[in-house]
T-cell receptor, first 110, second 111 residues
Framework: ETGVTQSPTHLIKTRGQQVTLRCSSQ?????VSWYQQALGQGPQFIFQ???????GRGNFPPRFSGLQFPNYSSELNVNALELDDSALYLC?????????FGPGTRLLVL | GESVGLHLPTLSVQEGDNSIINCAYS??????FIWYKQESGKGPQFIID?????DKRQGQRVTVLLNKTVKHLSLQIAATQPGDSAVYFC??????????FGAGTTVTVRA
């Protein structure tokens, strides 16, 4: 196991709502990244946090935001949900280049 | 744009045979590559990585080859087993450990 956990495992929301997804990393993993994986596609980089500061962002709008906490946990927040936000959301953490992924949260937006 | 891609979306292999999964990348400045395995309902699992100053790296039953001249990466799995059935992704470190993934190759192992 990677030591990276995510909650919840599944979630159903309606369009326009807001959602918060959570990730817990291993102690010492000072980098956490979030990815969106649409069905049948590879993960797409959303953003990365390093020592509680955003450290790079992919091609995602500002309604995708995040937080990283000192206890190696982090959050992904998505406002004003759209149907196309339905996907598997993955967090990955590590020290250095090797990133270990959690099992993901499956989000369905109706 | 710059991207990482896999040559074939699916691969069917007989149990016990060797598998070869290919990946092409376009960012010549990339210096670190990773192969991940993703089983249904799970997150990507790290398999093996390689830096750009190497052309080959071996793990347990897996070998990654890197050809920087043609910007090609491959994953070889020896003696493929049913548990190797999954989607395999190559990923490229684009900057500060931010990964760019290809679309994946689905490997199916026939008994």
């Amino acid at each position: 196991e990677t030591g990276v956990t995510q909650s919840p495992t599944h979630l159903i929301k309606t369009r326009g709502q807001q959602v918060t997804l959570r990730c817990s990393s291993q102690s010492g993993h000072n980098t956490v990244s979030w990815y969106q994986q649409a069905l049948g596609q590879g993960p797409q980089f959303i953003f990365q946090y390093y020592r509680e500061e955003e450290n790079g962002r992919g091609n995602f709008p500002p309604r995708f935001s995040g937080l990283q906490f000192p206890n190696y946990s982090s959050e992904l927040n998505v406002n004003a949900l759209e149907l196309d936000d339905s996907a598997l959301y993955l967090c990955a953490s590590g020290v250095g280049e090797t990133q270990y992924f959690g099992p993901g949260t499956r989000l369905l937006v109706l | 744009g710059e991207s990482v891609g896999l040559h074939l979306p699916t691969l069917s292999v007989q149990e016990g045979d060797n598998s070869i999964i290919n990946c092409a990348y376009s960012n010549s400045a990339s210096d670190y590559f990773i192969w991940y395995k993703q089983e249904s309902g799970k997150g990507p699992q790290f398999i093996i990585d390689i830096r750009s100053n190497m052309d080959k790296r071996q793990g347990q039953r897996v070998t990654v080859l890197l050809n920087k001249t043609v910007k090609h990466l491959s994953l070889q799995i020896a003696a493929t087993q049913p548990g190797d059935s999954a989607v395999y992704f190559c990923a490229e470190n684009i900057h500060d450990y931010k990964l760019s993934f290809g679309a994946g190759t689905t490997v199916t192992v026939r008994a």
